[in-house]
């Protein structure tokens, strides 16, 4: 029904509570525009826009599909800046920004994209010694391909052959929920470390370590939930991951190699097709 809603030439005089707004919006866009589909690697966007706010606190259809419109033209143009053949809209997150001073509610909007085709998953074996991060790739040298100990994980992390419960692909995510792991919280379990010489070699993690974050990043991490310590909500199921690694000027300011993960979780859903 919204989708007929905000596609109809008659919505000037319907209003609804901009938190309505934003959930269908973040509903349609992942029913309507994401895939599931596999890939090899995850990269997020956030883009911000603004939904005007009348005297009663609601937002008109018509604002409410304009906006809509934007996202799907920036999703476009996203997709495009890609050199890569194989790239698919993976996720959409809405969240609530502020409300400006005029009352107008500035929402964000995460969105994942799933670039090249997926290689096979294999464990980290005695050839897999990455550098930490900035696609230094491999510590002997080998440039087989770009790559580094958190892509590495990364790629593992997503890999449905390692999933628990790998989304079916006849559903659809909605209510997609971002929260973040960070080194400070799990220091244990997520690669860090304050080196000495800062040179590029000293970054250099062993598979038996890069194992050890795979298995307990998922255990401890991504699979528990947070009533026991671990990030997934009571409610919903894994989603994706995107590691990241500090870049290289605060290896420069502090001699700290570090991982950090942006986790997203989601409720699955099967629904019939919605039509255009």
Known sequence: NFNQKIKSGVRDEEFISPDSAMWYLEALYNVSEASNVTYDELVTDTTFYVLPVNENGEVSMSDVASVYNNMLSDMHAKLDSFQEDYKYLILGDVYNNTVSRDGNVSMGLISGYGLN????YNEFTTQDNWYYGNMYGMCNGDSLWDSDAGYELERRFNNPSIQYNPPHDTLHAINIDNTSALYTEYPTYIYNMKWVNDTISDTCI?????????????IKIIYEYVSNGGKRPADKDFFVIDVTSNNKGAILTDSLYYHNYDLFYANFISLPPIGE
């Not at 085709?117 to 096979?120: E, G, I, S």
Request: no cysteine; charged share 10%.
């Open 117 to 120: 085709v997926l290689r096979l």
């Open 206 to 218: 062993q598979y038996t370590d890069l194992q050890y974050y795979l298995v307990n990043g998922h």
